[in-house]
Nanobody
């Protein structure tokens, strides 16, 4: 089993910043892809950003240029630096990892609220 614990969510003002972290523990061999998803009330969960074990990144158009995903392999941790936050970024943010031959593991989510 793999456990994922997100942290760093909270309340931010429009134009502000937050940094999310996701730490993995348990039966970790090689995490091939780390991803952040989000789900706003009444909407489907959507991909925000992803990073592979060789550092390739992918961003949703609605966050490109504002959010940055990074990872620390030694700490089995992935980060999501969120700048220039907008009210529409309000959602529960989920960390997901994909491990080849084992599949996906999800964190419990952390609430991000952007409001003045």
């Amino acid at each position: 089993q793999v456990q994922l614990v997100e942290s760093g969510g909270g309340l931010a003002q429009p134009g502000g910043s937050l940094r999310l972290s996701c730490a993995a523990s348990g039966s970790i061999f090689t995490i091939n892809v780390w991803s952040w998803y989000r789900q706003a009330p009444g909407k489907q969960r959507e991909l925000v950003a992803a990073i592979t074990n060789i550092g390739r990144t992918n961003y949703a158009d609605f966050v490109r240029g504002r959010f940055t995903i990074g990872r620390d392999n030694a700490k089995n941790t992935v980060y999501l630096q969120m700048n220039s936050l907008k009210p529409e970024d309000t959602a529960v943010y989920y960390c997901k990892v994909w491990i080849a031959s084992r599949g996906d593991y999800w964190g419990q989510g952390t609430q991000v609220t952007v409001s003045s």
